[in-house]
Each structure stands twice: as C-alpha cells, then as structure tokens.
C-alpha cells in the first residue's frame, strides 16, 4: 500500500490540509518515535535496591502496564500516534488507537505499515468511528476492565471526562491536553531573531498546535519594532493555499467551527480597542482558509489572551517589567509551552525558572523532538512523551523481596 514517506506524508495533507513541507516533517517526526522507542526498549532496566535486613534480597521488576487505550487528535494524525505506540510498544502493551474523526488514513497506513512490518495481528489496533460514536467509544475505553492505561492527547475539556472515566477503575493515565503558551520578548532581545522565533512558532499548522504561541507579550522599549517586522514577516513569508501547491505555508483550517472561534476572538478583541495590523479576515479562497492575522493593542481582557485560540491568530500585549511579563504568562490554568527572547543570562535563568510550564524555549520558537520530554503542568496534563522519560509511561515499577536467605 505505501511504498514511501511521501505516500504517508501526503495521506496526511489530503486529511487535514496541512502543506506538504510540513506534512513530510511530520512523517519524519513520527518515524523517530518508533526508532527511539525501539532502542529504549533495550534499556528498560529493573533495579537491585541494598536491603535492610541481612536475610533479604530486593529487586526491582519493570513490567508492562497491560493494554493501553490510545486518543488522538487531527493536528498530527500520524506523530501524536506513534509517539504513543512506540513507547506502548517498547514496553511491551498492546494498544487501541482511536483517532479524531477528521484524519482516520492516518492511523490506517499504520496499521497497514505494521502489518508490513511484521507486528502480529492483536498488537495494534484501530477503532475509526463517527462524531456521533466518539463519547460512547471514548467511555468503553476508559472504563473496560481489561484496558489498563489511557493516553490521551486533544483538549482539556475531552481530557477531564476521560479522566472521569477512567476514575471508576483506577487506570494509569497520560493526558497531553491544550496549552495558552506566551512568547515574551524583553527590550534587550535579537529582535530579528524574535521575529522568526514569533513566525514559526504562531503560524506552524495555520497556529494549530497545542505548543502554538497564543499569545504574545512584548516589551515597551521594543514592542514597535517587533510588531512592524513581525507584520512585515507575515506578509512577505506565509502564503495561504492548497496544501499540495509548493508556495504554500499556510493551509486551511480544520473546519468551519475552527474559523469561527478565530473570528469570535478578533471580533472581540477589536470591539475592545485591538488593533488589525495586518489580516483580519477569512482568506478570498472562501471555505476554511484564513488570514495570518497580528494584533496589537491588545490586553488581558480580551477572550484571545484568556484561552486558546487554535488559528493563525497573533496578538500583541505590551508590557513595562519583566515581573508584570511573568504575571500575565502564569495568569492561566493551563501551562504547556513558554517561549521568551532575552540576552540577559541572569535573566534567562530567573525567567526559565518562573514560567508555569512543562517547556520552555529560549531563544527558539520551536521546540520538540524525540529525545527531550514533552508535556504540560496545570490542566495542560499528566506525565511526558518521547525522550528517555515517556517510556515509563507505559512500565509498572514491581517490588520483589527475596526473603530467607
Ligand atoms: P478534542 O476535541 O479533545 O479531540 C481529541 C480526540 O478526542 C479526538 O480523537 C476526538 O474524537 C476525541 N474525543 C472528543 N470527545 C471525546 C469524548 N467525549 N470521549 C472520547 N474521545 C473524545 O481536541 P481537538 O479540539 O480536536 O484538538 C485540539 C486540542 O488538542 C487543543 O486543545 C490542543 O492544544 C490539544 N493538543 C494537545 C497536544 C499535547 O501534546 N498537549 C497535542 C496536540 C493537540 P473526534 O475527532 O471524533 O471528536
């Protein structure tokens, strides 16, 4: 069925839109999980802990936790699996992929790829199934006895009912829920490179990530400067479009409900005094295509920097310390990723530190890849996936005492 990358990597852009470019950085990603998994399978050592007593021995077992029930969402149909899968995997589970209802094929070529590769039938699993079927899906899977572990990446609302769920027979649980990340840019940053930092980080997937800046804060001293290169930056580099044509940057959003949550918070924001500084509106390509949009202007009362917008949508709050930069950022019950721009290192150390979050990029506005842990505090989640930590994930930690020796 698929005989390369591109193949998956363009099931991907024909399911949710993203462009190409980005679809293959996906299937790259998503492959690394399975590589790095595999190899961290070789390492998951158990432990031989000095005992007390003279008579005792006591090991330390690593098992696996049993059958995991997996939940993804459409904004990386294939990396959100098998970030999942390959730690499941490693450590021995079987496993139940639902996916979002807008990008099963994904999670099909998986199947179909795992059978190529030789992983017996019973061992990956997929359960595609309709809106309509998704809340009853969800339950049996959080609820059935004989599924020992949920993970579950999507929104904070959907992740607080499964672990409702879940409650009633103490499963083991990861959730990677919705982030609200600030990109702070203090007075004595590389403002160009803040600039690129803000593009990537705003607009990667139309800003439909959950590691996506939704917010921006941007100190007073540099704050005209940013925004006027930043607009400049949008208006020369993102291209909206097919996600086949090779220009664009930019595809459409998930769906009508997605373009309209964007539209609520710029309606909102203008009628409270924000300014358009560039975009605004849906794109003249109609359906759910829409402008990269920056605002300035804007405040903490405005519904855009109080929740996760989730589209190409880039406000501008300006600010006048670095105490008031770190208030507004950790004003929020959610704490995913954080980005900041200074050159200050006692600064960089004291902000670091400050940020309620579970990432923090300095200097960067693109942060994940395999081998570091990623995950949220707050409702942004429970437990990390990827690097050397996500495989315990998927681990029960057995005490053995050899007794009477
Ligand atoms: P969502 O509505 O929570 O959907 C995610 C998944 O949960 C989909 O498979 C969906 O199925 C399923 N689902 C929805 N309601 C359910 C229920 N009652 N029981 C069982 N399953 C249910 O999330 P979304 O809005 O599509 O995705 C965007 C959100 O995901 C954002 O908040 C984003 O921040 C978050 N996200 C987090 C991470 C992370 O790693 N922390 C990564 C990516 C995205 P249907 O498609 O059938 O509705």
Known sequence: MMENKEELARIITAENGKPLKEAQGEIVYSASF???????????????IPASAKDRRVLVLKQPVGVAAVITPWNFPSAMITRKVGAALAAGCTVVVKPAEDTPLS?????????????PAGVYNVVPCSRQQTAAVGEVLCTDPLVSKISFTGSTATGKILLKHAAGTVKRVSM?????????????????????????SKYRNSGQTCVCTNRFLVQKGIHDEFVEKFAK??????????GFDAKTTQGPLINEKAVEKVEKHIKDAVSQGASIVTGGKRHSLGKNFFEPTLLSNVTTKMLCTQEETFGPLAPVIKFETE??????????????????YSQDPAQIWRVAEQLEVG???????????????????KESGLG??????GIDEYLEIKYVCLGGL
């Open 323 to 340: 105490a008031e930069a770190v208030a507004i950022a950790n004003a929020a019950n959610v704490g995913l990723a954080g980005y900041f």
């Open 233 to 242: 930056a949008i208006e020369k580099e993102l291209h909206v479009g097919n």
């Open 107 to 119: 999670a099909l070529a998986l199947g179909e790829l795992a059978n190529q590769a030789g992983i």
């Open 384 to 389: 990390r996936e990827g690097s050397k930590y």
């Open 34 to 48: 399975l590589e790095w998994f595999a190899e961290e399978a070789r390492r998951i050592y158990g432990d031989v």
């Open 176 to 200: 990677e829920l919705g982030g609200h990340a600030p990109f702070i840019v203090f007075d004595n940053a590389n403002v160009d490179r803040a600039v690129a930092g803000a593009l990537a």
């Open 359 to 377: 990432m923090v990029g300095v200097n960067e506005g693109i942060i994940s890849s395999v081998e570091c842990p990623f995950g949220g505090v």
